[in-house]
């Protein structure tokens, strides 16, 4: 009879026993994978929207406001600048500036943002057409794949924008009709639920709405250095340098104490965004490891009355000629079975609850975290735990391997 067939009847002996120690093992490998996978993907999703963009130009306010809100689309805008503040940036011969990149906020569709932006914004994020073409026009827009894939939209299809962030029923509604011109790629980033008009266009909307005249340029879709012709207001200018000197290093420092413009470096906010959030993190990780301990003793006890139950059927083993070597593969065998079997059911528990969460609570949209989600982590959780499975058996294997069989079986 092969010794994991008899392993596994040994554990199923007691049913009630063996679940309640999976599910033990599963809850907390579970929690252990759900906060693994939430920070792993928060931090990616933060740092790949975060790492184009060196500084941010803004309004004065919260500068971690400022990041949430102009890269990661999940706060509101601290104010608008107006484009005279921060013109010089928009030179393309500024010795220290690689690239700029401004962007308007403040409206919205059925809760999904508005971006008014230039052309160079889909260069910047390598975003692709998959349907239609980029704008070439005020009132046309370029819709996000989730945004589009979401409410049928196609091109050549109509809709109005309303003013604000969160979409409301009886929030004010623009009275411009916005013409769906292209179709973004999904591109598995924050860009994949905005819509994105011009920013003349963005002015349009603002400026039609107090004095209900359309305003006139000399170019619907205006480039960077266009932008510097027009006394109008944006909501944040995006910065990438040419390098890292002295002279970037300083240039944030530098505006801050000179002009009204706020600049803010995101790379800083996110650590600080990471250190307000890791306590949280860190408590709910010691709960995970509190549980995986009581876990794998529960796996201990098991052995220990397993062998307790069995010790007249394992002296009767030792008489017919079984060794202890055999009687010690029998417990690391059911061991490893409860580790195991625990451990995977863990490893699904934590993908699917995380799945429903992400579902349930629109946690996709805000931060990038999905259930079907797998890193490489996950295989050093599942060996770790058989490792400590492995240890839970020692000594209920030292005791069955120094077990007295003449003094067992005199008692029968």
Same mark, same amino acid.
């Given at each position: 009879?092969? %010794? ?55 309004? %004065? ?73 980029? /704008? ?15 409410? %049928? ?146 796996? /201990? ?31 690391? /065998? ?20 995380? /799945? ?57």
């Amino acid at each position: 009879m092969s %010794k994991w067939y008899l392993a596994w009847k040994n554990l199923m002996h007691h049913p009630s026993r063996f679940i309640f120690n999976i599910l033990l093992i599963g809850m907390a490998v579970s929690l252990l994978v759900i906060i693994l996978l939430i920070n792993k993907q928060m931090s990616q999703h933060f740092e790949k929207n975060a790492s184009d963009v060196d500084l941010i130009l803004c309004a %004065k306010g919260s500068p971690l406001q400022s990041v949430l809100c102009n890269i990661m689309h999940i706060d509101a805008p601290t104010g608008n600048i107006s484009i005279s503040e921060i013109k010089p940036f928009l030179n393309p011969n500024h010795p220290i500036i690689k690239r700029a990149l401004p962007i308007a906020i403040g409206d919205s569709y059925q809760g999904y943002r508005i971006v008014g932006v230039t052309k160079e914004y889909f260069d910047w994020y390598s975003l692709r057409i998959e349907r239609g073409q980029f /704008f070439n026009n005020d009132f046309q827009l370029v819709l996000g794949s989730e945004v589009a894939s979401k409410y %049928k939209l196609n091109i050549g299809d109509t809709l109005q924008s309303s003013h604000g962030l969160v979409g409301i029923d009886d929030e004010h509604h623009h009275d411009n009709d916005l013409i769906v011109h292209g179709i973004l790629k999904n591109s598995g980033g924050i860009q994949d639920r905005l819509i994105f008009i011009s920013i003349s266009s963005y002015w349009d909307l603002h400026e039609h709405e107090v004095d209900h005249e359309h305003i006139h340029h000399e170019q619907n879709v205006l480039s960077n250095q266009e932008l510097v012709n027009y006394d109008k207001t944006i909501t944040s200018l995006l910065v990438k340098f040419k390098g890292t000197n002295i002279q970037s290093l300083n240039f944030g420092r530098s505006i801050n104490e000179n002009t009204n413009v706020m600049a803010v470096n995101p790379a800083i906010e996110l650590n600080r965004l990471y250190e307000l959030t890791g306590s949280a993190s860190e408590l709910l990780n010691l709960i995970g490891i509190i549980l995986s301990i009581l876990a794998f003793i529960a796996i /201990f006890i098991n052995l220990s009355q397993a062998l307790n139950e069995r010790k007249f059927e394992i002296a009767l083993i030792r008489i017919g000629g079984g060794s202890r070597t055999y009687i010690a593969q029998l417990l690391i /065998f059911e061991g490893f079975i409860l580790s195991f079997t625990g451990i995977i059911l863990g490893l699904i528990l934590g993908h699917i609850i995380l /799945f429903f969460s992400a579902t349930k609570y629109h946690l996709a949209d805000q931060y990038g975290i999905q259930g079907h989600y797998f890193c490489i982590d996950e295989i050093y959780v599942l060996f770790i735990g058989l490792v400590c499975g492995l240890i839970a058996t020692i000594l209920p294997v030292i005791r069955a391997s120094n077990q007295n069989i003449h003094h067992t079986i005199s008692k029968i």
